[in-house]
């Protein structure tokens, strides 16, 4: 597809289980961003990769989040030991340069 | 309020109407500024950009306007459409920056 895409769309955890979220970026694009939007509230920014680097991290809210894009294409955020107040959605979003960032549609995350 | 924060929680236009969502900013460097817009289960869709040496940009019935002087930023649609129905969000940075700072959101609600 021609747009950022995002697996699974949505994922229910038990408290303590670790999942793997997956971005597949637009092709091409060199930045990534992982971005975490509670509900009701403004997407806010978690980490960002420039190619296979990932060169800021510090949204990232505790050493259970932990972000990867080992080839500088696909991007997998996993989460350990999750706790209820992991539940949110995750956007992805990537972008050529500094141009606009495009997002994907999102995981949705409950931590039951 | 916020670092980047909306006037309005709720707006509610009759289709035909213009609109008009405000978004105040502090964040003196922030140079470059996109409106998104977010439908119910989806990711925000980028609507339209400006930069700081600009004050006002047109796109297709939308136009963004920015006053540095007062770091307001607005988004006017015209002639309002049901499909417009959504959450509206700003979200600034500066040009030699990459983490978008997003506001909460005005949701916005087409009538007929």
């Known amino acids: 597809g021609a747009g950022v895409s995002q697996s699974p769309r949505y994922k229910v955890a038990k408290r303590g289980q670790d999942v793997a979220l997956r971005c597949d970026p637009i092709?091409?694009?060199?930045?990534l961003f992982w971005y975490q939007q509670a509900l009701g509230q403004g997407p806010e920014f978690l980490t960002y990769?420039?190619?296979?680097?990932?060169?800021?991290k510090s949204g990232l809210p505790s050493d259970r989040f932990f972000a990867e894009r080992p080839e500088g294409s696909v991007s997998t955020l996993k989460i350990q030991r999750t706790q209820q107040e992991d539940s949110a959605v995750y956007l992805c979003?990537?972008?050529?340069?500094?141009?606009?960032?495009?997002f994907g549609q999102g995981t949705r995350l409950t931590v039951v | 309020g916020e670092s980047v924060g909306l006037h309005l929680p709720t707006l509610s236009v009759q289709e035909g109407d213009n609109s008009i969502i405000n978004c105040a900013y502090s964040?003196?460097?922030?140079?470059?500024f996109i409106w998104y817009k977010q439908e119910s289960g989806k990711g925000p869709q980028f609507i339209i950009d400006?930069?700081?040496?600009?004050d006002k940009r047109q796109g297709q019935r939308v136009t963004v306007l920015l006053n540095k002087t007062v770091k307001h930023l607005s988004l006017q649609i015209a002639a309002t459409q049901p499909g417009d129905s959504a959450v509206y969000f700003c979200?600034?940075?500066?040009?030699?920056?990459?983490?978008?700072?997003f506001g909460k959101g005005t949701s916005l609600l087409v009538t007929p």
């Open positions: 990769f420039q190619n296979e680097a990932q060169l800021d």
């Open positions: 964040n003196s460097a922030s140079d470059y």
């Open positions: 400006i930069r700081s040496n600009m």
């Open positions: 092709s091409g694009h060199v930045s």
């Open positions: 979200a600034e940075r500066s040009l030699s920056g990459y983490a978008l700072n």
């Open positions: 979003a990537s972008s050529f340069g500094s141009s606009e960032a495009f």
